[in-house]
């Protein structure tokens, strides 16, 4: 079983910043992309920002040059440091990885952690 487990949400004020935190656990021989997602109420999830194992990233426009994404691939861990926040970012925050484990051969498991809100407001 693998499980990912977001910290570092919560309140904050238009224009400063937090950082999002995932670690994967469990039975994992390796992780392929490993991302950030939201959903703001109301909204389809929307992809925020990924990462390739080897470094690779991939941002939405909405949030370029002001979303940094980072990932430890030593201990499983990908983080989301969000600075100049936006009312506009207000959402849950989630947490994605392609988690490949062995179990009778070599699989790919999309696992998804349980989310994390942030809310942007004065």
């Known amino acids: 079983q693998v499980q990912l487990v977001e910290s570092g949400g919560g309140l904050v004020q238009p224009g400063g910043s937090l950082r999002l935190s995932c670690a994967a656990s469990?039975?994992?021989?390796?992780?392929?992309?490993m991302g950030w997602y939201r959903q703001a109420p109301g909204q389809e999830r929307e992809l925020v920002a990924t990462?390739?194992?080897?470094?690779?990233?991939n941002y939405a426009d909405s949030v370029k040059a002001r979303f940094t994404i980072y990932r430890d691939n030593a201990k499983n861990m990908v983080a989301l440091q969000m600075d100049s926040l936006m009312a506009e970012d207000t959402a849950v925050y989630y947490c994605?990885?392609?988690?490949?484990?062995?179990?009778?051969?070599?699989?790919?498991?999309?696992?998804w952690g349980q989310g994390t809100p942030v809310t942007v407001s004065s």
């Open positions: 994605n990885a392609g988690v490949v484990i062995y179990s009778g051969g070599y699989k790919i498991r999309e696992v």
């Open positions: 469990g039975s994992i021989f390796s992780i392929n992309t």
């Open positions: 990462i390739a194992s080897g470094g690779s990233t």
